[in-house]
């Protein structure tokens, strides 16, 4: 079992910047994939980001390829979504995510977060 906890939301204008953390708490972090997926309303959720286990290897939605970076910091069982040159679209509820398996956190994963908001102003 995992637990998860985001914070770091907030109002921001475009073409800010802002950076998520989801904090972890459960045995050995550092074997589990990781991932960030977002829903804005009326909308399904999205994939966002993810990373592996080792950080060695991270993939990245389309919408926001080139825009966001994802890392973890597996002594501190954290991981990070850094969000930049923030859009108005990018306005939703941000969930940590994570599960054994990098495509099982991509597609499917079994861990959830309660989601923190981010709102970008235009």
């Known amino acids: 079992q995992v637990n998860l906890v985001e914070s770091g939301g907030g109002l921001v204008q475009a073409g800010a910047s802002l950076r998520l953390s989801c904090a972890a708490f459960?045995?050995?972090?550092?074997?589990?994939?990781m991932g960030w997926f977002r829903q804005a309303p009326g909308k399904e959720r999205e994939f966002v980001a993810a990373?592996?286990?080792?950080?060695?290897?991270?993939y990245f939605g389309d919408s926001v390829n080139g825009r966001f970076a994802i890392s973890r910091d597996n002594a501190k069982n954290t991981v990070y979504l850094q969000m930049n040159s923030l859009k108005p679209e990018d306005t939703a509820v941000y969930y940590c995510a994570a599960d054994r398996i990098i495509g099982q956190v991509m597609g499917a994963p079994r861990y959830w977060g309660q989601g923190t908001q981010v709102t970008v102003s235009s």
């Open positions: 990373i592996s286990g080792s950080g060695s290897s991270a």
């Open positions: 459960g045995p050995t972090f550092s074997t589990y994939p």
